[in-house]
């Protein structure tokens, strides 16, 4: 059952099933459709219209100045990234096309996944990943943002991936040399040729520093990667601002502040500065609190990073999915999990930065038996506040104390609405209850601990995952309903959460993440802040 589940240290997933439960449709008879005011405005009467255009025609000079702004600032990469724009938008809609004309060769009609043009889920994503960097790293937030976007985007856009072509060794060379302002065999005996990794943003490659021989990596920064971004996020911007001018409702769910919000996290991502402070602040963390011997974040060699190149100690380890490695590489996989969880809870108020991406690429197990942390570009911060309201919410769901809940949700969520805290506790305890009778053998096949039956394990996964994102997500919008918006951490510690949870049911299926005496979720107050120092 999902609440046994719970109390086997499970946690909802942001995976969202194309078939949601019952409940996702409503609960206590409200409907919860979810939708933004942009899909779903349509029904206004002409009068509301028209006041609604008397009020905008007043914003028009304030539209048209910053959308020059805007463009000057832009500069003419802004006519290459549209001639871009339409090269994948022609790709995708002759995708689209080709996908029409099958399935009127049908009797079965146009499937609803093609009903929407290039606007249905799939082929959305599509235009994303063809429109490069920007658009993939957006997916990524739309598949993060259940409480913004509708749940069939949600789930498709988990599919978006961030992996790019390799740029050739040759431009990479170059970019390093200029980096380092001197030959490049003046700071590294070699570079290794062959990418170790090449992503949307950046290549990673494996090198030899000169005189200490030591084993490094260098994070580069793919060229011309900020032009784009600037490009890029500037029309995001523009159609934020004019999809807000047509439509002033939009301005309430702050459309605008959102893509600001994404603008201002994807430009820190392309400033390596930010990214060796956020792991110079993680290594202070870890060694103030004396666990050095337990984890590690890797080393940043100052001389040889800029904004665009960072030079990184190379860690060996493997992710923290590979179950057969790490069961060669210690006798205890569950010892390492609870390391890790430790450490990361730990991070969450003793330091100033908490790691918002530990998918299993980013998270290792090493070979000296540490829990490595790497890639620090995407982080969070999160108030004394909100964590404390965040662990009565844990708290609660394994020990089902729906008020308790409902007031940790009042708590996280901004809003200056009265609540009625046993109506929210009544709706959370339905929700709960509704899936109880969900696959209890899957839950059952988990927790008995058939660590020697992988894929049977991974199958179950999937199915658990989906059903425990749903609950989650029927979670987010009852809260909705009364009028709660949560902060972006809550989600991006939900994020991390499930991630754990997928580690849990890997590593130590029979380990109850939430209330095991020997992880302390419970934090750690910030007695010293490890904040990241300014490079
Ligand atoms: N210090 C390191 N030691 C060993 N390998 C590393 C190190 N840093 C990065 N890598 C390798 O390079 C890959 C990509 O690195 P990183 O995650 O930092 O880049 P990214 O562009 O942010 O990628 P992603 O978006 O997929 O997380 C890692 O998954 C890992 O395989």
Not at 11 to 21: A, D, E, R, S, V
Not at 80 to 96: H, K
Not at 302 to 330: A, N
Request: aromatic fraction near 8%.
């Amino acid at each position: 059952m999902a609440v046994s589940a719970f109390r086997n240290g499970c946690l909802p997933i942001f995976h969202i099933p194309p078939q949601l439960p019952r409940s996702a449709r409503k609960v206590d008879g409200r409907s919860k459709g979810f939708r933004l005011p942009l899909f779903a405005r349509y029904s206004q009467t002409q009068d509301v219209f028209s006041s609604r255009l008397r009020i905008s025609v007043e914003n028009l000079p304030k539209l048209v100045e910053d959308i020059v702004q805007t463009s000057i600032n832009t500069g003419p990469k802004g006519a290459l990234r549209l001639v871009q724009g339409i090269q994948a938008f022609v790709g995708v809609s002759g995708e689209w096309l080709a996908d029409v004309s099958k399935s009127t060769n049908t009797s079965a009609g146009l499937p609803p996944q093609l009903q929407l043009g290039l606007l249905s889920p799939l082929y959305l994503r599509r235009l994303f990943e063809r429109l490069g960097a920007t658009y993939i790293k957006l997916g990524q937030f739309i598949a993060s943002a259940p409480t913004l976007f509708p749940p069939e985007y949600v789930e498709e856009f988990q599919n978006c991936f961030d992996k790019a072509p390799a740029v050739p060794f040759q431009d990479i060379q170059t970019i390093i040399r200029e980096e380092l302002g001197r030959p490049i065999n003046s700071v590294y005996e070699y570079i290794d040729p062959t990418p170790i990794a090449s992503a949307s943003i950046a290549q990673v490659h494996g090198a030899r520093l000169k005189g200490s021989q030591e084993d490094v990596v260098v994070k580069v920064l793919k060229p011309g990667i900020e032009d784009i971004l600037v490009a890029d996020l500037n029309f995001v911007y523009i159609v934020a601002r004019i999809l807000e001018f047509l439509n002033p409702e939009l301005s309430r769910t702050s459309l605008v502040g959102i893509v600001k919000d994404i603008r201002e996290s994807m430009l820190d991502e392309v400033d390596f500065y930010k990214e060796a402070a956020n792991i110079e602040s993680f290594k202070r963390y870890l060694e103030d609190m004396g666990l050095t011997r337990q984890a590690t974040a890797p080393r940043v060699y100052q001389h040889c990073s800029t904004k665009r190149i960072l030079t990184m100690e190379r860690l060996y380890g493997v992710p923290l999915t590979d179950l057969d490695s790490i069961s060669s590489l210690v006798s205890s996989p569950e010892n390492s999990l609870i390391t890790a969880l430790n450490v990361w809870f730990g991070s969450l108020l003793a330091c100033e930065i908490f790691h918002a991406d530990v998918h299993a690429g980013n998270l290792w197990l090493l070979r000296d038996g540490r829990i490595g942390f790497l890639d620090f570009g995407i982080v969070g911060r999160i108030s004394p506040r909100t964590w404390a309201a965040m662990e009565v919410f844990l708290t609660s769901i394994a020990t089902e104390e729906y008020e308790s809940m409902a007031s940790a949700l009042i708590e996280m969520g901004a809003t200056n609405k009265d609540i009625d805290v046993k109506a929210f506790a009544r709706d959370l305890e339905k929700i709960f209850s509704s899936i109880q009778e969900l696959d209890t053998e899957i839950v059952v096949a988990t927790s008995r601990g058939t660590n020697t039956n992988a894929t049977a394990i991974s199958a179950n996964l999937v199915v658990d995952e989906r059903q425990m994102n749903a609950l989650f997500l029927d979670v987010v919008r009852a809260s909705e309903s009364y009028g709660l918006r949560f902060p972006r951490e809550f989600a991006l510690l939900m994020k991390q959460l499930l991630y754990f949870d997928r580690y849990t049911r890997l590593l130590a299926p029979n380990l109850n993440m939430l209330q095991d005496q020997r992880i302390s979720i419970v934090s750690n107050r910030r007695s010293k802040s490890y904040g990241a120092n300014k490079y």
